[in-house]
């Protein structure tokens, strides 16, 4: 039988996910069915046990209901613990596996695809809500030499980084502080792009030879990355490729493969 997977979530009628896991399922041969599944913002649970009943054998979750699929899962891997929200569940004998690879698939893309070293580098992210928090364990695995974090609200920013112990490194706080830092790579994890809304960048922030990176995508060139470039960055880049990366790390914890993002990203692009 075709092996059954869906993103769930409210609204998800503009999720691309169908079209990624059937790429990588032509790509590597496998034989399963992906599809989206509009959830009621109070009924996450009972659909999500409806579609294991029903031979599901995993799921993607999208908002609002990452942080209920986490108090869904019956083990968490350590990086969904950490991010408090889980974005994948895996459906096994014994019970529900959660995990996120959203920061999975931010490091890949800013790494891999872009070349863009993390290893030694200076990153600012800026936001304190789960966008951040699910990307924070992933950017210290991958060896950056500093990572702080901004927040309209310092206090959020703060609360944000303490799970994670005292670290090197590592610092929470308000815009303020950012004044007379500058970063090799600068991530905004906040919701200003949806409302083209600015952030309160002081000067000097982009090192020489800077990535301005937004987890939004198609939006074209958003009003954080306008001002970016304004400001210096060298290099700006939307979140595309952060969403085909973390779905490909979906498709690796499920069916035991990595497809190749290059043809599927071009493909994305092209539309």
Not at 42 to 48: I, S
Not at 83 to 98: C, K, Y
Not at 102 to 124: K, T, Y
């Amino acid at each position: 039988m075709t092996d059954r997977y869906a993103v769930i979530g409210n609204p998800i009628a503009h999720s691309r996910s169908p079209q990624l896991h059937a790429a990588f399922a032509r790509q590597c041969g496998q034989d399963m069915a992906y599809e989206a599944l509009l959830a009621p913002l109070d009924g996450f649970a009972d659909a999500v046990r409806r579609f294991r009943a029903g031979g599901g054998r995993g799921m993607n979750v999208t908002v609002p209901f990452k942080v209920e699929a986490m108090r869904l899962a019956d083990r968490l891997t350590e990086r969904a613990r950490l991010a408090g929200a889980v974005n994948t569940l895996r459906f096994e004998a014994d019970g529900i596996l959660g995990d996120n690879t959203d920061g999975v698939g931010l490091v890949a893309d800013i790494r891999d695809r872009l070349g863009v070293p993390l290893a030694g580098s200076r990153v600012l992210l800026l936001g304190a809500g789960g966008a951040a928090r699910g990307v924070i364990l992933p950017l210290l695995e991958a060896g950056v030499e500093g990572l702080m974090l901004a927040n309209r609200t310092p206090e959020k920013a703060v609360r944000l980084i303490e799970p994670f112990g005292i670290r090197e490194g590592l610092h929470g706080g308000g815009f303020g502080m950012l004044a007379k830092h500058e970063f090799d790579v600068v991530i905004n994890a906040t919701s200003a792009s949806l409302s083209d809304e600015g952030l309160p960048l002081p000067d000097g922030v982009f090192a020489d030879g800077s990535l301005a990176y937004d987890m939004v995508y198609g939006r074209g060139e958003t009003r954080f990355l306008a001002d970016a470039r304004s400001m210096g960055a060298a290099r700006l880049s939307d979140g595309l490729g952060m969403l085909v990366a973390q779905a490909a790390e979906s498709f690796l914890l499920w069916r035991g493969v990595r497809p190749d993002t290059a043809p599927v990203m071009a493909e994305l692009s092209a539309a």
